[in-house]
């Protein structure tokens, strides 16, 4: 970028607010005094616009938009209100909204839950206990014969859900926050076969990303691929040039633990920031639009961001405290409490790593690790703001899940259905 005369401007200290490298240029008018001064303010005027408009042409596009679209991050609470909102038509709610007694998630509206799923973060167990145990007015109903159920509305066959479980893989498999955004709404105009105005209400579960890392590796030893995946960004799936494949033929299968830490385009890297954030600000998936120190900044800016815009967010090291952020937020109530699984395949490895992989594989996650230290932050935060309205919190935390009476589906056994995703193994 060729270097530009300086010009007055402020400067607004944020994460997002560095990335611009001259700030957020304010223009400050003088008062003119007298003719000198009225001829001094023109130049200066003059200098400034020639200024603004030779920033605009020599800076990246994304990079630049930010100026116009993008706001400081901020560590303000806004559960329902996706980042989209800002530049779209978007509609979310406030925290406070979603916290007044009044509050419900109006399933006789037009609310939509989205649940973006990441791997290896307990999503598939969260999934089957949103479409079969929540307690609802008209329960989701399952099929004996497929894993997708029907959530509808008590009034109408219009979802209120939308996830694997429900709507399949519509945004392609495993969709992160920049495919999801740019597609529910599209895809539920045609599943619905209307156009109306809904409000969106984004959840997600994080787990600890060691740990998350370790069994990403197992599922793809396994012969895990998510070669269903899109990647979708700026209307365009990322080539294999710009995500190179880390094994030849049909999958990774057998892979040691070496191997899959030396692949530099293994996407089990920081994949949890990277799902989070809007990929469209650092190029998608192109490593030549900047630099790697900017590309990680904006990254996990955006993912802390997204987060902490979602109406709600949970962690898999604490099932109880997410149980019952999840029913406070929406007013809602599962009836069976989650289980709190600490014994998993990943933790049984890393007491066989060497001290040498374990650094490794920390330093390859380390937006993932700064990421989740937000989020634990966030979460415990929220569960103290919930917990103190709660006039009756011991009793309501200690019998979380028991209900009395349950409109539930029918059980069965999910694991004895036939899978129609559309990869293998797409937990």
């Known amino acids: 970028m060729k270097n530009l005369r300086s010009v007055s401007v402020q400067c607004i200290d944020s994460d997002i607010a560095l990335l ?23 130049f200066c005027l003059l200098l400034a616009v020639f200024g603004i408009l030779g920033f605009g042409y020599y800076c990246p596009d994304k990079v630049c938009a930010l100026s116009s679209r993008e706001l400081p991050i901020s560590i ?15 509609i979310g709610l406030s925290y406070e909204d979603m916290l007044n007694d009044d509050f419900t998630f109006d399933m006789d509206s037009h609310d939509v839950m989205v649940f973006l799923h990441m791997q290896k973060t307990g999503g598939t167990s969260f999934g089957k206990h949103l479409v079969h145990d929540l307690d609802l007015k008209r329960p989701c109903t399952c ?8 959530c509808f509305r008590p009034h109408s066959n219009q979802s209120w859900l939308f996830s694997r479980y429900t709507t399949g893989w519509k945004c392609g498999l495993h969709a992160d926050w920049t495919e999801l955004t740019n597609c529910v ?23 600890e990303p060691i740990s998350r890392y370790l069994s990403e590796f197992r599922h793809v030893q396994r ?63 192109d490593k030549n639009y900047m630099t790697k120190a900017d590309r990680d900044r904006i990254m996990l800016a955006s993912a802390k961001r997204n987060l ?22 929406f007013n809602l109530r ?94």
């Open 20 to 42: 611009l490298p001259n700030g957020v240029y304010e223009i400050k008018q003088m008062e003119p005094k007298s003719s000198r001064l009225r001829r001094i303010s023109f």
């Open 76 to 90: 303000e609470d806004n559960l329902g209100k996706p980042l989209a909102h800002i530049y779209s038509t978007t």
């Open 143 to 150: 099929p004996l014969t497929r894993k997708r159920c029907y």
């Open 185 to 207: 709404d599209g895809k539920l105009d045609e599943i619905e076969e209307t156009q109306v105005k809904r409000r969106y209400f984004y959840i997600t579960l994080l787990r």
């Open 223 to 285: 012969g895990a691929t998510w070669k269903g995946s899109q990647h979708t960004c700026n209307g365009r799936s990322a080539t294999d040039e710009e995500i190179p494949p880390c094994y030849e033929g049909e999958s990774w299968e057998g892979v040691e633990i070496d191997e899959f830490i030396d692949c530099e385009s293994n996407l089990a890297i920081n994949r949890q920031t990277r799902m989070l954030a809007d990929l469209s600000l650092i190029g998608c998936y």
């Open 308 to 329: 902490q815009s979602m109406a709600f967010f949970g962690l898999t090291e604490y099932q109880k405290i997410s149980q019952y952020i999840f029913e406070e937020t």
């Open 334 to 427: 599962f009836a069976i409490p989650f289980e709190q699984n600490n014994s998993t395949v990943s933790s049984s490895t890393i007491p066989y790593l060497t001290p040498t992989q374990a650094a490794k594989i920390a330093t390859l996650n380390s937006l993932d690790i700064e990421l989740y230290k937000f989020a634990k932050k966030l979460l415990m935060e929220r569960f103290e703001k919930l917990k103190a309205r709660d006039t009756d919190f011991v009793t309501r935390f200690k019998h979380l899940g028991e209900l009395t009476v349950k409109s539930g589906a029918t059980e069965f056994d999910w694991d004895k259905l036939p899978d129609d995703d559309p990869a293998k193994n797409s937990n």
